[in-house]
């Protein structure tokens, strides 16, 4: 089951892959006719009711599937008032083929008829709140009449996002829906028809700009609404947890703060007045330390856990006891993750490690992508956290679900780079599920270092990534919706 806006994405991503919705809405209008034609014989009377989004767009398309039937084609509104370009020229192709294509200007306009078949079109996955007029007029006469209701997608007055039905929908007796089936649809006394429409796997296996969909800032937010990071990092290296934490602020984190050994501490602040950094006493993290950060911990969104803190062994048990400590979302990187297969936690860890490290913590890794694919989806199972591979492809599963993110390129086997991805996986991590979040970092850092390699080539540094990531985040590349 997708809902609404997840279909949003892998519509985009199918987009990016290079079938643009324009081509869905082929299939999905000949999907549309396909259901009218195994409900009635040609010569029924079809009358299509198309509101002014894509939903409509699709029952537009419909119509030329169905020169042999006895159409009428109703819009809801002023043909200059259709929202997507692609249903326009839907439209505007019925115009110049000279369909039978009729305005309804206002609703006391609306006659619906006595139809055979009322395809109903008024709105999909677009709905917000009950319907309003002219639709709530025409969802009326629908529910009213004798035809069998055919619904486009869900039936108009579905809310695609939480299966919520408004009062005053649309009563189908059929519907055909796309791609995947979608909340509510289930509890409707409806047939529903799942169609394929042509959307490739990899639309939904694959990290594409549709994924970025996921993003939102609202306006209205205050600081802190969008996240507040405290990196836990440093000792024995400074530039790694600096790199983090500077990664989560470009991810869009409102506050990060970085918790560090005081020996180190201003070091780190050195190099950038964007950080906050807390000093605790000593040269490393360790045990001692643990009961104050562990209470600082719980004050922020996301932990990120590992950068630059070195591998000795009184640090390594202050990870451990941090991490069961705390149940909040981790990202756990670098010298931390070994201690992630024996940890007891209540809190849902992001696990970045690259094939090496992976390897380290007991998983396997394979040099085909789908093999390792399939390796870190039984791995992330066993941990029952989620695990993010690093590689040419990397590998994002949460033992469920799993996904493969393709952007990146070989200058970013430099140092740094996957301080860059923890900090920015623990910024979305704040404000999406931790699947997503890795999803989308991995997209946008990868992302970040093409952008930086196509303007300058290799060479790249951690630092040059920084700048790079929000475009990679925030960049509106939408085509057409
Ligand atoms: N996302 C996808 O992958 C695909 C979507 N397609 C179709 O596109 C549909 C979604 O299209 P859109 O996003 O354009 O949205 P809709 O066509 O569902 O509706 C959008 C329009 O409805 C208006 N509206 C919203 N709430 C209303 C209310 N309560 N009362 C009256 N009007 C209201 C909006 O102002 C907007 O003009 C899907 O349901 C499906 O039919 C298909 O063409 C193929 C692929
Ligand atoms: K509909």
């Not at 959307?199 to 969008?226: C, Q, Y």
Request: aromatic share 4%; hydrophobic share 40%.
């Amino acid at each position: 089951m997708l809902t609404g806006s997840e279909m949003g994405v892998v519509d985009e991503n199918a987009a990016a892959l290079g079938v643009p919705r324009k081509q869905l809405m082929e299939s999905s209008g000949n999907a549309v006719a396909g259901a009218v034609r195994d409900l009635a014989d040609p010569g029924a009377s079809v009358t299509i009711v198309a509101g002014r989004g894509n939903n409509g767009g699709d029952a537009l398309v419909a119509a030329r599937f169905l020169d042999d039937y006895d159409l009428r084609i109703l819009l809801l509104g002023r043909p200059e008032t259709i929202t997507t370009d692609i249903s326009r020229e839907n439209w505007n192709a019925l115009q110049s083929a000279e369909y039978p294509t009729e305005q309804v200007r206002d609703a006391s306009q609306f006659d619906l008829g006595d139809p055979d078949i009322v395809v109903d079109a008024m709105l999909g996955t677009g709905i917000n709140g009950a319907l309003r007029e002219p639709e709530a007029t025409a969802a009326a006469a629908t529910n009213a009449s004798d035809a069998a209701v055919l619904s486009v997608d869900v039936p108009s007055g579905l809310d695609a996002e939480d299966g919520t039905l408004a009062e005053n929908a649309v009563e189908a007796d059929h519907v055909v829906t796309f791609h995947d089936t979608k909340p509510g649809l289930s509890d409707l006394d409806a047939g529903v028809t799942v169609a394929d429409i042509g959307i490739p796997e990899a639309a939904e296996l694959f990290v594409e700009r549709g994924d970025l969909r996921r993003l939102t800032r609202d306006p209205a937010s205050h600081k802190g609404d969008n996240g507040e990071v405290l990196v836990v990092g440093g000792g024995p290296y400074t530039g790694a947890p600096a790199l983090s934490a500077q990664a989560a602020l470009r991810g869009g984190a409102d506050l990060v703060r970085v918790a560090a050994p005081e020996l180190v501490a201003r070091e780190i602040q050195g190099y950038s007045e964007n950080l906050i950094v807390r000093p605790y006493d000593g040269e490393m993290l360790a045990p001692p330390h643990v009961d104050r950060l562990a209470a600082f911990a719980a004050d922020h969104d996301t932990l990120v856990l590992g950068p630059g803190l070195g591998d000795a062994d009184a640090t390594l048990a202050a990870v451990t006891d941090l991490l069961e400590r705390f149940d909040g979302t981790a990202v756990v990187d670098a010298d931390a993750l070994s201690v992630v297969p024996d940890v007891e936690t209540d809190a849902d860890l992001v696990c970045t490690p690259h094939q090496g490290e992976l390897v380290g913590m007991g998983g396997e890794t394979s040099d085909d992508w789908r093999e390792r694919a399939d390796l870190v989806e039984s791995f992330a199972a066993e941990l029952g956290h989620t695990v993010l591979v690093k590689g040419p492809y990397d590998v994002i599963s949460d033992g469920e679900r799993t996904r493969v993110n393709r952007t990146g390129n070989p200058g970013m086997t430099v140092g740094g780079t996957g301080d860059v991805l923890a900090g920015v996986t623990g910024a979305l991590a704040c404000v999406q599920e931790p699947r997503h979040a890795a999803a989308i970092a991995a997209h946008a850092v990868g992302a970040a270092g093409d952008a930086v390699v196509d303007e300058r080539g290799y060479g790249l540094v951690a630092t040059d990534l920084l700048d790079a990531v929000p475009p990679a985040l925030w960049a509106d590349d939408d085509d057409d919706d």
